[in-house]
């Protein structure tokens, strides 16, 4: 963790006049106080490297650990907008807040992107710059893909990896992407914007939590995508300051719901 006086020696703003691009990174978050305030400074840097103008949302889930306090404080010192509820919504519906919230502030929708990271480190901030990357390349939707042979992962989340791509290949057969269960992704904002739009009303577009809601939203965003690309992205699960949240069999129960709906449309516009 860093000193006050040294976040404060070089200011985040930007000005106006040359607001270009606007990268949105918005992180679920549920007592992830051990982590969030590095998250948010390596985000920071690694941004601030790649000279486009940013905003970094954060919706507090009902955390019970000092993550609000953290993260109040680094609201001084970086473009930092905080949302949050009081009880409990879950990693769905929070991430579907925080798009909903870019839809409704973001200036210029066909080139301001919303990027999804996860608040326990699990993902790297780095591997923003490379879905960025490919959205200014033309791509409206960036999907991360996990390498199953990279570093080690705990044995629940291999077992559910592998036996997901057996009983639930409906999920895998057809998606535009070959990692469908990864949450680290890149949207344009108009994709999100005309999918809720067409969404249903006010109900909620991401039902399901977990890796099914990455599915589940994947599915909701892919007929409004003119592309869709992926790069790989590194997963590392050594590095959370906190017991995991996976549970196998959750997880599976909530993939098998799905996988009797039409998840992927036959072509895309």
């Given at each position: 963790?860093?000193?006050?006086?040294?976040?404060?020696?070089?200011?985040?703003?930007?000005?106006?006049?040359?607001?270009?691009?606007?990268?949105?990174?918005?992180?679920?978050?549920?007592?992830?106080?051990?982590?969030?305030?590095?998250?948010?400074?390596?985000?920071?840097?690694?941004?601030?490297?790649?000279?486009?103008?940013?905003?970094?949302?954060?919706?507090?889930?009902?955390?019970?650990?000092?993550?609000?306090?953290?993260?109040?404080?680094?609201?001084?010192?970086?473009?930092?907008?905080?949302?949050?509820?009081?009880?409990?919504?879950?990693?769905?519906?929070?991430?579907?807040?925080?798009?909903?919230?870019?839809?409704?502030?973001?200036?210029?929708?066909?080139?301001?992107?919303?990027?999804?990271?996860?608040?326990?480190?699990?993902?790297?901030?780095?591997?923003?710059?490379?879905?960025?990357?490919?959205?200014?390349?033309?791509?409206?939707?960036?999907?991360?893909?996990?390498?199953?042979?990279?570093?080690?992962?705990?044995l629940g989340v291999k077992i559910v990896r592998s036996l997901s791509r057996w009983p639930l290949s409906t999920i895998f057969r057809g998606a535009p992407v070959s990692d469908p269960l990864n949450g680290l992704r890149a949207y344009r904002v108009i994709v999100l914007k005309k999918a809720l739009r067409d969404g249903p009303g006010d109900e909620p577009l991401v039902r399901t939590e977990g890796w099914a809601a990455n599915v589940e939203l994947l599915s909701r965003l892919v007929p409004h995508a003119r592309r869709i690309a992926e790069v790989p992205a590194e997963v590392r699960h050594d590095l959370r300051q906190r017991e995991s949240r996976f549970r196998p069999l959750s997880t599976l129960m909530a993939l098998m719901k799905l996988r009797r709906r039409d998840l992927w449309p036959t072509s895309n516009p």
């Open positions: 963790m860093v000193g006050r006086g040294q976040l404060l020696s070089r200011p985040w703003f930007v000005c106006p006049s040359i607001e270009r691009h606007v990268i949105y990174v918005c992180i679920p978050a549920h007592n992830e106080g051990r982590t969030i305030g590095v998250l948010l400074w390596k985000i920071r840097n690694t941004l601030g490297e790649f000279s486009r103008d940013y905003r970094i949302l954060v919706h507090n889930d009902a955390s019970t650990d000092d993550t609000q306090a953290v993260l109040e404080r680094y609201q001084r010192v970086l473009p930092l907008t905080l949302l949050g509820s009081q009880d409990r919504v879950g990693y769905g519906r929070s991430v579907e807040k925080l798009l909903r919230h870019v839809v409704e502030n973001a200036s210029y929708p066909k080139r301001d992107c919303a990027v999804i990271l996860q608040g326990d480190f699990t993902e790297n901030p780095d591997d923003v710059i490379s879905l960025v990357k490919m959205l200014e390349g033309g791509a409206d939707i960036v999907a991360g893909v996990t390498d199953m042979n990279g570093h080690r992962m705990p």
